[in-house]
C-alpha cells in the first residue's frame, strides 16, 4: 500500500550507505535501491562521460584553494567517485592547455562530477522514501 | 575525432540529457520525451546565442 500523500515507503537501506555507494559507483544508490533502469544508465553515462573529458584533454584539477575556481572544480572533479580515483591512477588527467577541447575536456568532467553528486541527492531522496 | 564546437556541443548535450531525463523523470516514456526537448533546449539555444553574438567583435 503507497504511503499517504503521494510519498513512498522508505528503504530499509540505510541511507547514509546507500549515498556513499551512489557515489562510490555512479548509479550505484539506485541499483542497491532496485531502479535498475536508472542505475545502469547512469552507471554508462556519467563514467563514460568523464572518461571523454579526459580523453579530450580535460584535466582533473588540484585542490588548491588559493585559486578558488581551481578548488571548487577540484571538489566538483571528486563527485565522479572511484572513476576518479581510478584516473588518478592511471595518471590521467594532467590535461593539455593548449588543446583545442581542453576547456570542453574540463567542462565533461567537472558536470560528470556534478551530475553524480545530484545522482547521490536523488538517491537519498528515494532511500528516505521522498521519492 | 570530431573536436568541432558543435561536435562537442552535441556530445555534451546528449550526456546532460540523459543524466537528467533519467534523474527527473520515471517512466521510460517520460524520459525519452523529457530527455529530447532537454536535448533540443540545449542545442537551440547554444546555436541562437551563437548568431546573436556573431555580430560582436571579439
Redesign the interface.
Known amino acids: 500500500m503507497p504511503a499517504p500523500s503521494g510519498r513512498r515507503a522508505a528503504s530499509t537501506a540505510n541511507p547514509y550507505l546507500v549515498c556513499a555507494a551512489a557515489w562510490a559507483v555512479p548509479g550505484g544508490g539506485h541499483l542497491w535501491l532496485g531502479r535498475y533502469?536508472?542505475g545502469l544508465?547512469?552507471l554508462v553515462?556519467?563514467p563514460?562521460?568523464f572518461a571523454?573529458g579526459l580523453w579530450?584533454q580535460g584535466r582533473i584539477f588540484p585542490f588548491q584553494f588559493s585559486d578558488l575556481l581551481v578548488g571548487l572544480a577540484a571538489i566538483a572533479d571528486l563527485g565522479i567517485g572511484v572513476p576518479y580515483v581510478l584516473a588518478k591512477l592511471a595518471g590521467a588527467g594532467a590535461g593539455n592547455v593548449i588543446a583545442?577541447?581542453y576547456e570542453?575536456g574540463n567542462?565533461?568532467v567537472i558536470?560528470?562530477g556534478l551530475?553524480n553528486m545530484?545522482?547521490v541527492l536523488?538517491a537519498f531522496d528515494i532511500a528516505v522514501g521522498r521519492k | 575525432m570530431d573536436t568541432s564546437h558543435l561536435g562537442l556541443l552535441l556530445i555534451f548535450s546528449a550526456f546532460v540529457s540523459i543524466a537528467f531525463a533519467v534523474l527527473m523523470r520515471d517512466e521510460p516514456r517520460e524520459q525519452v520525451l523529457f530527455g529530447a526537448k532537454l536535448f533540443g533546449t540545449f542545442v537551440g539555444s547554444a546555436v541562437l546565442l551563437g548568431w546573436l553574438l556573431y555580430p560582436l567583435p571579439l
Do not use: G, N
Open positions: 533502469q536508472k544508465t547512469l553515462v556519467l563514460l562521460m571523454f579530450i583545442i577541447t570542453y567542462t565533461y558536470v560528470a551530475l545530484l545522482a536523488d
